[in-house]
């Protein structure tokens, strides 16, 4: 399994930093996507956006709870727009894009409000996208492909990547990437994204507690394992292959 | 603490009910009950056959302190022992502010209770993600310190004091998302400041 430490991140980001925004640009970024008129929020004062939930708050249960939603969505995704919009506010990188923040606020203790409030609130727009009501299990089509000719199948994914899921300590996140062409599945620490690197994301998992307590406690590995089995959203990491 | 041979789950030092409604018995059940729990269980698996096996926690956790390849060894053993001294750390109806020799201590180091809280407050609030705040004595003063994960000040040379868990699992099924009052709180009602005095030595 790979890792992607902060100093393979920082790595990666060096080594990538010739062919990165040509490895990026078909990143999805809150810049891009147009202000939601239903947003619960005021105009935003800032690059960062909190999108709608693409879903009733209702949808994802009993995986998901609607309790946990009103503080995963309302209260921690919210303080991250709200946190990496004032971090913001008058710096030169407000108008940058979300890869491009995250790039040139990696690894500086000065930064860390920006690169881990912006990263944050880039991975939770990801994650709610990265989930649907009724879906799970194994995909068709081209990413059913790919993870056979990349990963051995569906089994082979679905364990190597709760073994990321479930063994990443602490806080953090589980992808499924695209790097150059072949499927990989890497796990980060805290607001840590593969944005910095040639990895392109195709699906995320938030290991965070907040993201299962109320619904598992301690049971990351029941929580991990529902949402394989019924909340992935397959055609969201099909359009991310791009 | 105490040398070991294997890691144990110690008794927790007052009924689980004890420290409601700062820390409901809810919340300890699955803190002590399944992540202390696991730390212990998972630890001894993983020291089981190695050449730590039967050195003391404080030992373990410095040999393996940054070590890639011990990793496991490291986070679980430093979680038992964080989460010891975590308990010591609270008595029901403790908090405020400490009189005696931690209080002029705390006085002398930071100016004051107020701005005691203040820090640790802020080392609370700011450690992103999973970890730990402390109070630890080095040099003969009082520091405000905080960790990440199972990160703690041994390995830093510091004499631990006191300790606060802001892992999400340790309030989060009281407080969700407001860190703060949890903080604020524990800093009110919880501390054991007969533990910190004793642990100056
Ligand atoms: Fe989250
Ligand atoms: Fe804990």
């Given at each position: 399994m790979?890792?992607?430490?902060?100093?393979?991140?920082?790595?990666?980001?060096?080594?990538?930093?010739?062919?990165?925004a040509?490895?990026?640009?078909?990143?999805?970024?809150?810049a891009?996507?147009?202000?939601?008129?239903?947003?619960?929020?005021?105009p935003?004062?800032?690059?960062?956006?909190?999108?709608?939930l693409?879903y009733?708050?209702?949808?994802?249960?009993p995986?998901?709870?609607?309790?946990?939603?009103?503080?995963?969505?309302?209260?921690?995704?919210?303080?991250?727009v709200?946190?990496?919009n004032?971090?913001?506010?008058?710096?030169s990188?407000?108008?940058?894009?979300i890869?491009e923040?995250?790039?040139?606020?990696?690894?500086?203790?000065?930064?860390?409000?920006?690169?881990?409030?912006?990263?944050?609130?880039?991975?939770?727009?990801?994650?709610?996208?990265?989930?649907?009501?009724?879906?799970?299990?194994?995909?068709?089509?081209?990413?059913?492909d790919?993870?056979?000719?990349?990963?051995?199948?569906?089994?082979?994914?679905?364990?190597?990547?709760t073994?990321?899921?479930t063994?990443?300590?602490?806080?953090?996140?589980a992808?499924?990437?695209?790097?150059?062409?072949?499927?990989?599945?890497?796990?980060?620490?805290?607001?840590?994204?593969?944005?910095?690197?040639?990895?392109?994301?195709?699906?995320?998992?938030?290991?965070w507690?907040?993201?299962?307590?109320?619904?598992?406690?301690?049971?990351r590995?029941?929580?991990?394992?529902?949402?394989?089995?019924?909340?992935?959203?397959?055609?969201f990491?099909?359009?991310?292959?791009? | 603490?105490?040398?070991?041979?294997?890691?144990?789950?110690?008794?927790?030092?007052?009924?689980?009910?004890?420290?409601?409604?700062?820390?409901?018995?809810?919340?300890?059940s699955?803190?002590?009950?399944?992540?202390?729990?696991?730390?212990?269980?998972?630890?001894?698996?993983?020291?089981?056959?190695?050449?730590?096996?039967g050195r003391?926690m404080?030992?373990?956790?410095?040999?393996?302190?940054?070590?890639?390849?011990?990793?496991?060894?490291f986070?679980?053993?430093?979680?038992?022992?964080?989460?010891?001294?975590y308990?010591?750390?609270?008595?029901?109806?403790?908090?405020?502010?400490?009189?005696?020799?931690?209080?002029?201590?705390?006085?002398?180091?930071?100016?004051?209770?107020?701005?005691?809280?203040?820090?640790?407050?802020?080392?609370?609030?700011?450690?992103?993600?999973?970890?730990?705040?402390?109070?630890?004595?080095?040099?003969?003063?009082?520091?405000?310190?905080?960790?990440?994960?199972?990160?703690?000040?041994?390995?830093?040379?510091?004499?631990?004091?006191?300790?606060?868990?802001?892992?999400?699992?340790?309030?989060?099924?009281?407080?969700?998302?407001?860190?703060?009052?949890?903080?604020a709180?524990?800093?009110e009602?919880?501390?054991?400041?007969?533990?910190?005095?004793?642990?100056?030595?």
């Amino acid at each position: 399994m790979s890792h992607l430490s902060r100093r393979d991140v920082l790595a990666a980001s060096l080594a990538g930093a010739a062919v990165g925004a040509l490895a990026v640009r078909s990143l999805p970024s809150f810049a891009a996507e147009p202000a939601a008129p239903t947003a619960p929020t005021a105009p935003p004062a800032g690059p960062l956006v909190l999108a709608p939930l693409p879903y009733a708050d209702t949808a994802l249960a009993p995986v998901i709870s609607q309790n946990t939603l009103s503080f995963h969505y309302g209260k921690h995704h919210k303080a991250y727009v709200d946190n990496g919009n004032k971090a913001l506010a008058g710096s030169s990188l407000a108008q940058k894009s979300i890869p491009e923040i995250l790039r040139a606020t990696a690894g500086k203790p000065d930064q860390t409000a920006i690169y881990n409030n912006v990263g944050q609130a880039w991975n939770h727009d990801f994650y709610w996208k990265s989930m649907k009501a009724a879906g799970g299990g194994a995909p068709t089509g081209r990413m059913g492909d790919r993870l056979k000719a990349d990963l051995g199948g569906y089994d082979a994914f679905r364990a190597v990547f709760t073994k990321a899921a479930t063994g990443r300590f602490g806080s953090g996140w589980a992808w499924l990437v695209d790097t150059n062409g072949k499927l990989e599945i890497v796990d980060t620490p805290n607001a840590d994204n593969p944005l910095t690197t040639d990895k392109k994301p195709l699906l995320v998992l938030d290991v965070w507690e907040h993201a299962y307590y109320l619904d598992y406690q301690n049971r990351r590995a029941d929580y991990v394992g529902a949402w394989l089995d019924k909340l992935v959203n397959w055609e969201f990491a099909e359009a991310n292959l791009g | 603490m105490s040398t070991v041979t294997t890691l144990s789950l110690p008794t927790l030092p007052y009924a689980d009910t004890a420290l409601a409604p700062v820390i409901s018995a809810n919340t300890l059940s699955f803190h002590y009950g399944k992540h202390h729990k696991a730390y212990v269980d998972n630890g001894n698996k993983l020291l089981a056959g190695t050449d730590l096996e039967g050195r003391s926690m404080e030992e373990i956790v410095k040999a393996t302190y940054g070590k890639a390849d011990k990793a496991g060894i490291f986070n679980n053993v430093a979680q038992v022992w964080n989460h010891d001294f975590y308990w010591l750390s609270m008595r029901p109806g403790g908090g405020g502010a400490p009189t005696g020799r931690i209080g002029e201590l705390i006085n002398s180091s930071f100016g004051g209770y107020d701005a005691f809280k203040t820090e640790l407050t802020q080392a609370a609030m700011t450690q992103f993600g999973s970890g730990w705040a402390w109070l630890v004595s080095e040099g003969g003063k009082l520091k405000v310190t905080k960790t990440p994960n199972a990160e703690n000040p041994l390995p830093h040379g510091q004499t631990p004091l006191l300790t606060i868990d802001v892992w999400e699992h340790a309030y989060y099924l009281d407080f969700q998302n407001r860190r703060a009052d949890y903080v604020a709180a524990w800093l009110e009602k919880l501390v054991n400041w007969e533990f910190a005095e004793k642990n100056l030595g």
